[in-house]
């Protein structure tokens, strides 16, 4: 199996990477302009969010693979050390250094219905989250 395990510098170092935890070899990276505190990905496209600490107290919204930065999202005076997702993908929950929360409605897109043939069950199932 050939996974990705990606992970943030600190405060001098301002980068996203990817690595290909069977190799070791970064894949992909982007200087995110500030210190990565946090990394979320969507559940419904192919897109992540990152929080930043010194200098930029913000969300940021980024386009996998081509890491093209989309959105940028302000409102907090201190770093943003800590994310969450909402159970339904589309939200995000901030904690930052300024005693703040803030919810995002970040993700708004709906997740693709899985369209099955009665008599195809059971590849049908493999899209559809079961709790």
Do not use: M
């Not at 990276?29 to 946090?38: E, F, K, M």
Request: net charge positive; with cysteine; hydrophobic share 30%.
């Amino acid at each position: 199996i050939n996974a990705e395990y990606r992970g943030g510098g600190g405060t001098q170092d301002r980068t996203i990477r990817f690595w290909n935890s069977s190799t070791g070899e970064c894949v992909n990276h982007v200087d995110a302009g500030s210190q990565v505190c946090s990394l979320l990905w969507s559940r419904h496209s192919r897109e992540l969010i990152t929080s930043h600490g010194f200098t930029d107290f913000q969300l940021s919204v980024w386009k996998y693979p081509s890491l093209v930065r989309i959105a940028d999202l302000k409102g907090h005076e201190s770093r943003v050390l800590y994310t969450a997702l909402s159970p339904d993908g589309r939200t995000v929950v901030s904690a930052a250094g300024d005693e703040t929360i803030r919810f995002w409605k970040v993700f708004d897109q709906e997740p693709k219905k899985a369209s099955c043939k009665k008599e195809d069950t059971a590849s049908c199932l493999r899209g559809i989250n079961i709790r």
